[in-house]
């Protein structure tokens, strides 16, 4: 396994992509969660599928909520990484650069609900000629010793540039009634892992 440390950012043009309104990473907010963190990124040697681009903390307006689809289906009877290629989300085809999706973690800790805060981790994803399937896991520590997370299962479609993949994961907190000023993201933790294809998984 391949381990590399990498640090939030605010990608302005994703803001504007995205839509509601965002926490700037490393800003502290009266209204909720600041995120003042560093991100552990776990792939498979060689994988290239997906990269983290950045992170940030946002409040889910309604929306946002509308806009996003399910990362795919989590197995009943389990839980973490572990999908089949019959139940991953298909991305969309991108012939541009400016293509982009919205997903809602699936097997989460909290369902993606509209008032909360939410942590976006954006993704950029590769498309070749050869479609190919990767699933993600995010854990999300808080200074408080919280405990989020939530998964995606996707497969690419065939192109020739990136898209640009929002997945969002709840915080199961609504900043409007319930401040946590004090608090803040401590730490997050992606894994990836590598489909054999886009129609066999693991």
Same mark, same amino acid.
């Given at each position: 396994?391949?381990?590399?440390?990498?640090?939030?950012?605010?990608?302005?043009?994703?803001?504007?992509?995205?839509?509601?309104?965002?926490?700037?990473?490393?800003?502290?907010?009266?209204?909720?969660? &600041?995120?003042?963190?560093?991100?552990?990124?776990?792939?498979?040697?060689?994988?290239? /599928?997906?990269?983290?681009?950045?992170?940030?903390?946002?409040?889910?307006?309604?929306?946002?909520?509308?806009?996003?689809?399910?990362?795919?289906?989590?197995?009943?009877?389990?839980?973490?990484?572990?999908?089949?290629?019959?139940?991953?989300?298909?991305?969309?085809?991108?012939?541009?650069? &400016?293509?982009?999706?919205?997903?809602?973690?699936?097997?989460?800790?909290?369902?993606?609900?509209?008032?909360?805060?939410?942590?976006?981790?954006?993704?950029?994803?590769?498309?070749?000629?050869?479609?190919?399937?990767? /699933?993600?896991?995010?854990?999300?520590?808080? &200074?408080?010793?919280?405990?989020?997370?939530?998964?995606?299962?996707?497969?690419?479609?065939?192109?020739?540039?990136?898209?640009?993949?929002?997945?969002?994961? /709840?915080?199961?907190?609504?900043?409007?009634?319930?401040?946590?000023?004090?608090?803040?993201?401590?730490?997050?933790?992606?894994?990836?892992?590598?489909?054999?294809?886009?129609?066999?998984?693991?």
């Amino acid at each position: 396994m391949q381990r590399r440390t990498v640090y939030a950012a605010t990608i302005v043009t994703l803001l504007a992509l995205a839509g509601g309104w965002a926490f700037a990473a490393g800003t502290i907010h009266s209204s909720g969660p &600041a995120q003042n963190s560093k991100i552990t990124v776990t792939a498979p040697n060689g994988f290239t /599928d997906a990269y983290v681009q950045s992170t940030q903390l946002i409040q889910v307006s309604s929306g946002l909520l509308n806009s996003t689809s399910p990362a795919g289906t989590q197995p009943v009877s389990s839980h973490g990484l572990n999908s089949s290629y019959q139940t991953n989300a298909i991305l969309p085809s991108c012939s541009g650069n &400016a293509c982009l999706a919205n997903y809602s973690a699936v097997d989460p800790s909290h369902a993606l609900t509209a008032g909360d805060t939410a942590l976006q981790v954006a993704l950029q994803v590769n498309q070749t000629s050869t479609a190919s399937g990767f /699933d993600i896991q995010v854990e999300i520590l808080m &200074a408080s010793g919280f405990y989020n997370f939530g998964s995606g299962y996707f497969d690419t479609a065939t192109g020739t540039t990136f898209v640009w993949v929002f997945l969002y994961v /709840d915080l199961g907190v609504n900043p409007i009634t319930t401040p946590l000023s004090g608090d803040i993201v401590s730490d997050i933790v992606v894994t990836f892992n590598s489909c054999s294809s886009a129609t066999t998984c693991p």
